[in-house]
């Protein structure tokens, strides 16, 4: 069952950032939860929060991005939670509190996507409304068609759809600079993509990575993304592609963070031409790629567009 208690010890190969690297995260008040019994994950333990009413008719389900963890939604769920609706988010392994191989082979596109797929069968969340970035996007955005029942709409901000191609030069950058310096400061990248982001709120981002061991999935993540015929995660993203254009019958609201070096304004409108009647973009002028930074007025923005405020 899922519960807020400590599991066993991690198996060999295993980390677990401690407790105690997450006490002084400011703004961020839910109970770590936890789930240890997920199918083809034995062994490992993930965590997730769950706010609001437990039996509200809408759950607002957040998939978070590299090199961030549900701490990227604190701005948006209380919102969801203030107009009575429930609000799940979870870290994928590798990120956050949850459980860490430091085999980096362990993490591929099947890994994390069957990952979500395992989580969103388990806690069983009704009439949901998925939120989407970056990572949480190019593997989110391929769910719906596999959970038609389950998922009827979408928050999707500043992502992608890789299908073997090229995504342009601030991508590139990004996977070099990862692949060049591997141990980087995440609190240092995020006070660099977000103006003003407080100290102890930066600092938020590097809780989950004592130290190099913990880092192997975020080593990984950009080498994963699709950019080149025949990798793993293609033939999903292309029946995704399929999926949305033809056959989502679901809602949509889409915000992009018009400074994103990656994900640029004209690349999410052909993100947003991908979604049946997905309705003209949100433009957040100061948002970069972590657009959930200016999740407030997103989130004011999508429930009114869904009439659930």
């Not at 009439?127 to 709409?153: A, F």
Request: net charge neutral; glycine share 10%; charged share 20%.
């Amino acid at each position: 069952m899922p519960s807020s208690r400590s599991a066993a010890a991690p198996l060999a190969g295993v980390v677990r950032t401690p407790d105690e690297r997450f006490s002084a995260v400011p703004n961020f008040p839910w109970e770590p939860r936890y789930l240890d019994d997920l199918p083809g994950f034995e062994g490992l333990r993930l965590h997730y929060i769950d706010a609001g009413p437990p039996t509200a008719e809408v759950t607002f389900v957040c998939l978070h991005g590299e090199p961030t963890w549900s701490f990227l939604y604190r701005k948006m769920i209380p919102l969801f939670v203030a107009a009575g609706h429930r609000a799940l988010a979870f870290d994928f392994f590798g990120f956050g509190r949850s459980d860490k191989p430091v085999d980096e082979a362990r993490y591929t596109v099947p890994f994390h996507r069957n990952t979500a797929l395992a989580v969103l069968r388990r806690l069983a969340p009704r009439n949901v409304c998925l939120v989407v970035q970056d990572w949480g996007g190019i593997i989110g955005l391929t769910l719906p068609m596999e959970l038609p029942d389950m998922i009827s709409r979408l928050i999707v901000m500043n992502t992608a759809l890789p299908i073997g191609e090229p995504l342009g030069q601030g991508f590139a950058d990004w996977r070099a600079f990862v692949a060049g310096k591997p141990d980087f400061p995440v609190s240092g990248l995020m006070k660099r993509s977000v103006a003003g982001l407080p100290e102890e709120e930066a600092a938020a981002y590097d809780a989950p990575f004592p130290d190099p061991d913990y880092r192997a999935g975020l080593r990984r993540f950009p080498e994963l993304v699709m950019t080149d015929p025949g990798m793993e995660g293609i033939a999903e993203s292309r029946r995704a592609r399929t999926f949305l254009s033809q056959a989502w019958t679901g809602e949509s609201f889409m915000a992009v963070g018009a400074k994103d070096p990656v994900f640029s304004p004209a690349h999410m409108e052909g993100m947003r031409k991908l979604i049946r009647n997905c309705p003209e973009v949100m433009q957040v002028p100061e948002g970069g790629h972590f657009v959930q930074e200016h999740g407030g007025p997103i989130a004011a923005a999508a429930l009114a567009r869904f009439r659930l405020g």
